[in-house]
């Protein structure tokens, strides 16, 4: 490809290699955090770990008892928020595509 036929190439092969780009968090590396989480489990007889506990609290009924509304409700909200930014990381809005594909279709 040519930069006369393409003149945004420059600019795609820079964003391609700019350092904001993270792709550390991705549906495979939740999946595998996933499986690595159910692995651990925890043995019979000693105390869940706490993240075992945090997720039946927002799992399960019975579970939740242990904190208050209130607190429940903040969990909840940090669990919301935390879906919030991976959703965020995994498929971000495109603003800069947007203008530029706005801008080519006034500008031919």
């Not at 019979?44 to 506990?53: M, R």
């Amino acid at each position: 490809m040519s930069t006369a036929k393409h003149p945004l190439l420059p600019l795609v092969q820079e964003l391609r290699v700019c350092p904001t780009r993270d792709t550390t968090l991705t549906e495979k590396s939740l999946r595998d955090a996933w499986d690595m989480f159910k692995a651990d489990g925890w043995t019979p007889g000693a105390y869940p770990p706490f993240s075992v506990l945090t997720a039946l609290v927002i799992h399960d009924e019975v579970a939740a008892t242990l904190l208050t509304t209130e607190e429940h409700g903040q969990l909840i909200a940090l669990g919301e928020q935390a879906l919030t930014r991976y959703r965020e990381r995994t498929q971000p809005t495109n603003q800069l595509g947007k203008l530029l594909a706005a801008t080519l279709k006034e500008n031919p």
